[in-house]
């Protein structure tokens, strides 16, 4: 059974920083194309980060650039997202996610076959 399972999420003041973490089972994601997608209340599943199989190319939405990092460990099976600077609007529930191609970076969750359950990150101003 394919699993994918995030944590790392909790409570932050405005300015902190949080490591999520992806830790995947049940088959290597080492060669797929990974993602981190976040869902604010009433509001859609939004990209927020991603990186091919080798990490060499990586995507932010305009919203993490310079704030946060996505970098992937093969050898664990784990991908992060090192969120620094965070903000009140950061505040969401923050979803791993694994694509079945090895270099296509997609920027939308229909170009993900894999989730994980989420984790929640609130950050209070």
């Known amino acids: 059974q394919v699993q994918l399972v995030e944590s790392g999420g909790g409570l932050v003041q405005a300015g902190g920083s949080l490591r999520l973490s992806c830790a995947a089972s049940?088959?290597?994601?080492?060669?797929?194309?990974m993602g981190w997608f976040r869902q604010a209340p009433g509001k859609e599943r939004e990209f927020v980060a991603g990186?091919?199989?080798?990490?060499?190319?990586?995507k932010y939405a305009d919203s993490a650039k310079g704030r946060f990092t996505i970098s992937r460990d093969n050898a664990k099976n784990t991908v992060y997202l090192q969120m620094n600077t965070l903000k009140p609007e950061d505040t969401a529930v923050y979803y791993c996610?694994?694509?079945?191609?090895?270099?296509?970076?997609?920027?939308?969750?229909?170009?993900?076959?894999?989730w994980g359950q989420g984790t929640q990150v609130t950050v209070s101003s």
């Open positions: 990186l091919t199989w080798s990490g060499s190319n990586t």
């Open positions: 996610a694994a694509s079945d191609s090895r270099y296509y970076l997609g920027l939308t969750r229909d170009q993900y076959a894999y």
């Open positions: 049940g088959r290597t994601f080492s060669r797929n194309v």
